[in-house]
């Protein structure tokens, strides 16, 4: 649905990707009734980062209030395909995680101890039997692996259509293909957004906007504490060693990780040295967006096959049907962004997704809901704070830098 938004509702979002659909279907399930629209200058929903995310859906995670929040979204999935009469939009192929390093053996300790507290299956397969497991994967480069076969990956865009759709059947409005020009303030509470179609009135504003959403900020006097750092994943030509039912395999000493992809291989890598753009000069629309600094992904890919070839022997005679990059928003402690914005009454903000806001779209979007409409949310959200870091200017080099780091250091998947 695309058109002039109304003018006035309860709840407004900013943003129709994975978040902001996720978001105004929590809303419609803790509070019906609610008038809720989302507003997003594309012309459909999951145009952006979502549509390139490769969609690792990894139920184990050091950090227990994100765990829970992953948690949500595979409950939400199933909750999808019964309101929606459809298969869930994730396939359980299962995540193997393998580690070499001594630092790597150790970050894969905590993350079994983790699982474990949770509650989560996990498995320790010798190595020398992952070839049944990974028939692409040399056993002799793993000391040490791990393996979650209730983990899932998803198509996102189905992931976030499935959002919208339940959404709309709830009686959310999808205002698409309409700009938000800024958001309107008085007496430090907030009142509405601007839209090039005119104003929208509302005391409740979500902002789900990811890497532009620092355009609506910034505005006001709040600069939130995320950079749009490059993300990037590369995938094969088909081959008979990357078979459709293989798990995930997450690779921390090769800054890399890998799943199916229709019979080819998805793999990504984080590259020491990253690359990010400033939020205010971000283009209109990232769909084929060509980065300046290595904007065919090559010398990524040169620099990182090395290591990758340690475990993926085919990466060498394999060929390479496509390239994906676009960005994601980082923080500097690689925690979301989730919350009200400081000095602003009635602004809430779902964002620095960390390379997981598909894995986390439920639990944030039903945190944000919760928030919403007045109501505690389930996972304590103080982690989470957009004010955390106090004032920051998100355009400045030195801190990007920080962001990038923080995708370079990065560990999970």
């Given at each position: 649905?695309?058109?002039?938004?109304?003018?006035?509702?309860?709840?407004?979002?900013?943003?129709?990707?994975?978040?902001?659909?996720?978001i105004?279907?929590?809303?419609?399930?803790?509070?019906?009734?609610?008038?809720?629209?989302?507003?997003?200058?594309?012309?459909?929903?999951?145009?952006?980062?979502?549509?390139?995310?490769?969609?690792?859906?990894?139920h184990?995670?050091?950090?227990?209030?994100?765990?829970?929040?992953?948690?949500?979204?595979?409950?939400?999935?199933?909750?999808?395909?019964?309101?929606?009469?459809?298969?869930?939009?994730?396939?359980?192929?299962?995540?193997?995680?393998?580690?070499?390093?001594?630092a790597?053996?150790?970050?894969?300790?905590?993350?079994?101890?983790?699982?474990?507290?949770?509650g989560?299956?996990?498995?320790?397969?010798?190595?020398?039997?992952?070839?049944?497991?990974?028939?692409?994967?040399?056993?002799?480069?793993?000391?040490?692996?791990?393996?979650?076969?209730?983990?899932?990956?998803?198509d996102?865009?189905l992931?976030?259509?499935?959002?919208?759709?339940?959404?709309?059947?709830?009686?959310?409005?999808?205002?698409?293909?309409?700009?938000?020009?800024?958001?309107?303030?008085?007496?430090?509470?907030?009142?509405?957004?601007?839209?090039?179609?005119?104003?929208?009135?509302?005391?409740?504003?979500?902002?789900?906007?990811?890497?532009?959403?620092?355009?609506?900020?910034?505005?006001?006097?709040f600069?939130?504490?995320?950079?749009?750092?490059?993300?990037?994943y590369?995938?094969?030509?088909?081959?008979?060693?990357?078979?459709?039912?293989q798990?995930?395999?997450?690779?921390?000493?090769?800054?890399?990780?890998?799943?199916?992809?229709?019979?080819?291989l998805?793999?990504?890598?984080?590259?020491?040295?990253?690359?990010?753009?400033?939020?205010?000069?971000?283009?209109?629309?990232?769909?084929?967006?060509?980065?300046?600094?290595?904007?065919?992904?090559?010398?990524?890919?040169?620099?990182?096959?090395?290591?990758l070839?340690?475990y993926?022997?085919?990466?060498d005679?394999?060929g390479?049907?496509g390239y994906?990059?676009?960005?994601?928003?980082?923080?500097?402690?690689?925690?979301?962004?989730?919350?009200?914005?400081?000095?602003?009454?009635?602004?809430?903000?779902a964002?620095?997704?960390?390379?997981?806001?598909?894995?986390?779209?439920?639990?944030?979007?039903?945190?944000?809901?919760?928030?919403?409409?007045?109501?505690?949310?389930?996972?304590?959200?103080?982690?989470?704070a957009?004010?955390?870091?106090?004032?920051?200017?998100?355009?400045?080099?030195?801190?990007?830098?920080?962001?990038v780091?923080?995708?370079?250091?990065?560990?999970?998947?």
């Amino acid at each position: 649905m695309s058109g002039v938004p109304p003018g006035t509702a309860d709840v407004v979002i900013v943003g129709a990707g994975v978040l902001g659909c996720s978001i105004a279907w929590h809303v419609m399930l803790r509070r019906p009734g609610t008038r809720v629209v989302v507003v997003d200058r594309q012309p459909a929903v999951a145009t952006q980062a979502s549509a390139q995310a490769a969609g690792l859906l990894t139920h184990a995670r050091t950090h227990s209030a994100v765990m829970a929040l992953v948690a949500r979204t595979y409950a939400a999935a199933g909750e999808l395909a019964d309101e929606l009469d459809q298969p869930p939009p994730i396939r359980r192929n299962g995540t193997l995680s393998v580690a070499s390093s001594a630092a790597a053996l150790g970050a894969l300790d905590a993350l079994v101890g983790a699982a474990a507290s949770a509650g989560i299956r996990v498995e320790r397969p010798d190595p020398r039997d992952l070839p049944v497991l990974v028939p692409w994967l040399n056993p002799r480069s793993v000391r040490s692996c791990a393996f979650m076969p209730d983990d899932a990956f998803a198509d996102p865009y189905l992931l976030a259509d499935g959002y919208a759709r339940a959404a709309r059947r709830r009686a959310a409005v999808f205002c698409l293909g309409v700009d938000v020009l800024g958001i309107e303030v008085e007496a430090g509470r907030v009142g509405g957004v601007v839209t090039a179609a005119g104003t929208l009135q509302a005391p409740v504003v979500v902002l789900a906007a990811g890497a532009w959403a620092n355009r609506l900020t910034m505005p006001l006097g709040f600069g939130l504490a995320m950079a749009p750092v490059r993300s990037h994943y590369w995938i094969t030509q088909p081959d008979p060693r990357f078979p459709l039912g293989q798990p995930a395999v997450v690779m921390p000493d090769a800054r890399a990780y890998a799943r199916p992809e229709l019979g080819a291989l998805l793999f990504g890598l984080r590259e020491p040295g990253g690359v990010s753009l400033d939020p205010g000069a971000l283009p209109r629309d990232m769909t084929g967006y060509a980065f300046d600094d290595d904007p065919d992904g090559w010398r990524s890919l040169a620099a990182g096959a090395p290591a990758l070839r340690d475990y993926c022997p085919p990466i060498d005679d394999v060929g390479i049907r496509g390239y994906v990059a676009g960005v994601s928003t980082y923080t500097l402690d690689g925690l979301f962004l989730a919350g009200p914005v400081p000095g602003t009454a009635g602004l809430y903000v779902a964002g620095g997704c960390c390379g997981a806001g598909v894995a986390a779209s439920g639990g944030l979007g039903d945190m944000l809901a919760a928030m919403a409409v007045g109501e505690e949310p389930d996972v304590d959200p103080a982690p989470f704070a957009p004010g955390r870091f106090g004032t920051v200017d998100p355009r400045e080099p030195a801190f990007r830098a920080v962001c990038v780091a923080t995708r370079s250091g990065k560990s999970g998947g």
